[in-house]
């Protein structure tokens, strides 16, 4: 196995044919993390799968970069082919160090890992999660001060009244539940 060097921006792995994930080829900086996006598209074959290990520009509280992984799989690889990258995406993250990846971005054209293509992850990455009519309306309910009550909802509403049940019901039930 290989190591993620700083002085790298870019490390292409694959998969072996001995299905032993190798590395491919390495890119040094040139730049900023964006701008040295458009070093990845010569990397990437139409018809074969990789992974990109991307260094950031920036360091974790131990002074270590960080990485995005950038998982390459066209939609001309064949099936076996994406179905080991999609298998080894987690082993190889949790073999290199899980702490030291920001995010794995998926892509199938070399387009998903430019410049325009990662902003529009990151435009993605921080959206709103969608929300149903009813969602909604609970969300503008809550922020205008309006009591929301409902099953499965948090915050103060009636749990229901507590009535004692007749042993009778006890030995209906137990005759439903233990008869043979």
Known sequence: MFFLSAEHR???????????????????????????????????????????????????????????????????ATVKKRMMYASTRSNLKSQLGDDYFVDEIFGSVPADFTQKGYESFIKHKEADVPLTREEDIIKEEREQGIFVGGSGMGGAYAHGIAFPVDDNVYSAMDSFFWRK
């Open 10 to 76: 870019f490390i292409k792995v694959q998969i072996s044919e001995d299905l032993v994930i190798e590395l491919s080829n390495t890119v040094y900086p040139s730049g900023s993390f964006a701008e040295d996006l458009s070093l990845v598209a010569p990397l990437l074959d139409p018809t074969e799968p990789c992974y990109i290990l991307a260094r950031l520009d920036y360091k974790n509280d131990r002074d270590q970069f960080k990485w995005n992984i950038l998982a390459y799989v066209p939609d001309r």
